[in-house]
T-cell receptor, first 114, second 114 residues
Framework: EAGVTQSPTHLIKTRGQQATLRCSPISGHTSVYWYQQALGLGLQFLLW???????NRGNFPPRFSGRQFPNYSSELNVNALELEDSALYLC?????????????FGPGTRLTVT | AQTVTQSQPEMSVQEAETVTLSCTYD???????LFWYKQPPSRQMILVIRQEAYKQQNATENRFSVNFQKAAKSFSLKISDSQLGDAAMYFCAYKTGTASKLTFGTGTRLQVTL
């Protein structure tokens, strides 16, 4: 069974640009979570999508947005990039109808803003 | 708000020895779950062990076990017979009973020496 996949692996952008990160959950999983892992700040919850709807949002500005597609894959968009957006962005998926406790993580996208 | 605290930024253990990583949390919820995740240099977050708050028995997974002290809000991870492959960042995480985000501690970097 394929795990959570994320693309791209690395992304380099300039301040002010927009970044788009993609995540494909494990087959059958309907929930997708996004986390930011910035140096020195640990993992911070960004967004949670389930069945195509945004269910919860972390303490991040509206520049961070996303969506979930009918096939449950998800996209994270970061607009007007700032230097402090440089971080590892991790996506996780789970199936919250059974075993609702475990989130399976992807390998992450390293975003560098210059 | 729920918080998770890992007071040991770095730990070191000799191969084949035992090490304990500490974690405390703060919550007013009665239904929650606790996790230990491992993040090796490959960046992939891997679930090591989980504990349901309603279970009194401490969880074990092969060489990994927890000491769950609910009243003290403490959730430590014991790694027995440490192996070189155990070297990684270890994150303690908390989740409420309903499907929701994970709240992570700041992590403990574990070194395993020969």
């Amino acid at each position: 069974e394929a795990g959570v996949t994320q693309s791209p692996t690395h992304l380099i952008k300039t301040r002010g640009q927009q970044a788009t990160l993609r995540c494909s959950p494990i087959s059958g999983h309907t929930s997708v979570y996004w986390y930011q892992q910035a140096l020195g700040l640990g993992l911070q919850f960004l967004l949670w999508y389930d069945e195509g709807e945004e269910r919860n949002r972390g303490n991040f500005p509206p520049r961070f947005s996303g969506r979930q597609f009918p096939n449950y894959s998800s996209e994270l968009n970061v607009n007007a990039l700032e230097l402090e957006d440089s971080a590892l962005y991790l996506c996780a998926s789970s199936w919250d109808r059974e075993d609702p406790y475990e989130q399976y993580f992807g390998p992450g996208t390293r975003l560098t803003v210059t | 708000a729920q918080t998770v605290t890992q007071s040991q930024p770095e730990m070191s253990v000799q191969e084949a020895e035992t090490v304990t990583l500490s974690c405390t949390y703060d919550t007013s919820e009665s239904d929650y779950y606790l996790f230990w995740y491992k993040q090796p240099p490959s960046r992939q977050m891997i679930l090591v062990i989980r504990q349901e708050a309603y279970k009194q028995q401490n969880a074990t997974e092969n060489r990994f076990s927890v000491n769950f002290q609910k009243a003290a809000k403490s959730f430590s991870l014991k790694i027995s017979d440490s192996q070189l492959g155990d070297a990684a960042m270890y994150f303690c995480a908390y989740k409420t009973g309903t499907a929701s985000k994970l709240t992570f501690g700041t992590g403990t970097r574990l070194q395993v020496t020969l």
